[in-house]
């Protein structure tokens, strides 16, 4: 029940990575292209390898998506990433479920690029959109609260990454002693919630990821303060590598749980949702290895420039 989770974690991290890698671009107006260019590679390129192939097959095969899945203002959202709500918040269809949160992504983006533009300016829009997010409920009426835009800005969500941001410069700012504590209460924090949200109440409300952010947000600190102190040991290989491979497995995951409910339909249903997990997560390992790893070398040997050092946990989650 908990599994949209992993976004919320995502979202922190982020935050966490961008402002990590990017801090010494803060107020340096000249490194501003390189920033978008290498985000936008980043996210684009391999989403339309999984877009162009999926709109497609909903021309062809109607009957496979939902209603208005084919018209052409909804196909030119979805190739451009507008603004969408999270699902269930308002009606919102998408031709690829995960597609929502990047566009999450993509707004962060853009806000840290008016940081790394001015950072005047960019403190500003931050402590700007925080106020508009923590006052909306008191003062957005409904007819403007469920427009998907309107949604869209005022998120709870939108504080994830702002909570990754945090840990970021926690990490650079201040030492702890002690990191396996921020780890452990991390885990618990992110572990209650989950339970919470499983067996008591699925989503209360859209402030409720907040919870799993906390959570988050605190393990990160934690491991990665760790890692830098020498405390924590380096990941392991397989599971670097499975975080590299993060973005395939997510972008791929919705459609291959979709063919494996289809050619799996005549097993019972528990050995269906076995199956289909491990499957569509090595979907995701196969179209990374074979699409999105070379592509995204291509792009990048186009680039100029080094990123800086980090430590070996954030460098493999290329988020």
Request: glycine share 8%; hydrophobic share 50%; aromatic share 16%.
């Amino acid at each position: 029940m908990a599994g949209y989770s992993g976004v919320d974690f995502f979202f922190v991290l982020s935050g966490f990575i961008i402002c990590y890698t990017h801090t010494r671009d803060i107020g340096q107006p000249d490194r501003l292209g390189r920033y978008l260019k290498r985000r936008l590679t980043r996210i684009f390129p391999t989403y339309w390898a999984v877009l162009i192939p999926l709109t497609a097959l909903l021309l062809v095969a109607p009957s496979l998506s939902g209603a208005g899945k084919q018209s052409p203002w909804l196909i030119f959202q979805s190739f451009v990433l507008w603004p969408q709500a999270p699902p269930g918040d308002v009606p919102n269809p998408v031709i690829l479920g995960v597609s929502w949160s990047l566009t999450y992504e993509i707004a962060f983006y853009g806000a840290f690029a008016v940081l790394i533009f001015s950072r005047r300016v960019g403190v500003f829009l931050f402590a700007l959109w925080s106020a508009l997010i923590l006052a909306a409920p008191f003062i957005i009426p409904a007819s403007l609260d469920a427009i998907p835009e309107m949604r869209f800005v005022t998120s709870p969500r939108i504080l994830e990454f702002f909570l990754g941001m945090l840990a970021a410069v926690c990490v650079m700012r201040l030492r702890a002693h002690r990191p396996h504590l921020f780890v452990a209460a991390g885990i618990l924090v992110f572990a209650w919630a989950g339970w919470r949200d499983t067996f008591i109440a699925h989503h209360p409300n859209s402030w409720w990821t907040l919870t799993f952010a906390t959570g988050a947000a605190l393990a990160l600190y934690g491991f990665t303060l760790g890692e830098v102190s020498g405390k924590i040991s380096h990941a392991p290989q397989w599971l670097a590598f499975l975080g590299a491979a993060s973005y395939s497995i997510y972008l791929v995951h919705y459609p291959a749980l979709r063919l494996c409910g289809i050619l799996l339909h005549r097993l019972p249903v528990g050995a269906v949702y076995w199956l289909s997990m491990p499957l569509a997560a090595l979907a995701g390992i196969c179209f990374h290895l074979a699409i999105e790893r070379p592509l995204t070398r291509a792009l990048r040997q186009r680039s100029s420039g080094r990123i800086p050092h980090i430590p070996y946990i954030r460098f493999h989650f290329t988020r």
